[in-house]
């Protein structure tokens, strides 16, 4: 196994923030993603960031120039994954999904590889018992956006073995992030506690407790938070919450954790929030004026 050959299965809102920081790291980094466009997208969206990091002096041209040259993408996952010492997934959080995916990668990775998922609250137990290496998968939970945000919630499986724990600890620290080791139940530490507030947040503005920004604004001003519960919702994804909050719902069986009706028919009408353009603000590209969506303003 070679740790400096790492694959991101995914090249979505995060998988695209993964593959950036381990280029700049100086680790050959492949995107896979099953979407041609998407990985085109992705590689616009990391270029972007890298120019932002230069513009404010974090970065040099030539670092970025040497980030670019590490990455390279990839539609075929058998191509992709031939050489990888670490697999990040971070493709859609569907279930049935991931664990075709990791039946996959356990046939394509190379037997020593570290298999990783950046799922937000799927069982990584669950995932790695599809694997013949369950003492190889673990969760490496990165926030977005991820080139920011300074944690990894790193969760250990039943079965993760204390030498991938260790090795994922200290590959966190080489990427200059804080990782955090816990263990595996639903919604692990990070969403276990984010998705309740979010929830009660949309619940608040479905009984007319008050409209979206009054509930946003009291978050911000009332507890110092930097986004208000609402417009992290439309960050980090509509469908994203959902499936967390089912994951709760379903692990838990505690009825606190049920889903808000209005996300549920926000979902099932397609408004996921910034990556649709629309959720509980609308998104216009190159705009950066937060304007609430219509249907809350009437
Ligand atoms: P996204 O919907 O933006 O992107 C998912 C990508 O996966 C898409 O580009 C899709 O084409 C690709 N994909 C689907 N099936 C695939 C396959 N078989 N092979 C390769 N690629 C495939 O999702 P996202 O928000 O980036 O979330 C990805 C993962 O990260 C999820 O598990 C999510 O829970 C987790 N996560 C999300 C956030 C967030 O703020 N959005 C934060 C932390 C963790």
Do not use: W
Request: hydrophobic share 45%; net charge neutral.
């Amino acid at each position: 196994m070679v740790l400096q050959n790492i694959t991101v299965i995914g090249a979505g809102t995060m998988g695209n923030g993964i593959a950036h920081i381990f280029a700049q790291n100086g680790f050959t980094v492949i995107l896979v993603d099953v979407n041609a466009a998407q990985l085109e997208k992705a590689v616009q969206t990391i270029g972007r960031n890298l120019d932002r990091q230069v513009s404010k002096g974090m970065l040099t041209e030539e670092q970025k120039k040497i980030t670019l040259s590490n990455l390279s993408t990839q539609t075929d996952i058998v191509a992709g994954t031939a050489k990888a010492g670490l697999i990040v997934e971070a493709a859609t959080e569907n279930i049935e999904l991931k664990l075709k995916i990791f039946r996959q990668l356990d046939e394509l990775a190379p037997a020593d590889a570290i298999l990783a998922s950046n799922t937000s609250s799927i069982s990584i137990t669950k995932i790695a018992a599809v694997t013949k290496r369950p003492g190889s998968v673990i969760g490496m939970h990165f926030m977005n956006p991820v080139p920011v945000m300074k944690l990894v919630e790193i969760i250990n499986g039943y079965a993760t073995t204390k030498e991938v724990t260790e090795t994922i600890v200290a590959l966190s620290k080489q990427l200059g992030k804080v990782p955090c080791v816990v263990n595996d139940y639903p919604g692990f530490i990070a969403n276990r506690i984010l998705m309740p507030m979010i929830n009660e947040a949309i619940y608040s503005l479905y009984e007319g407790v008050a409209d979206v920004e009054a509930i946003d604004t009291v978050m911000k001003l009332g507890m110092a938070h930097p986004m208000g519960p609402l417009q992290l919702a439309d960050f980090i994804g509509l469908d994203v919450c959902l499936s967390i909050l089912r994951v709760l719902y379903d692990g838990f069986g505690n009825t606190k954790y049920a889903p808000c009706p209005l996300l549920v028919n926000m979902v099932t009408a397609g408004k996921l929030g910034m990556k649709t353009g629309e959720g509980f603000y609308l998104y216009t590209p190159g705009s950066k004026e937060l304007m609430v969506s219509e249907r809350f303003t009437k």
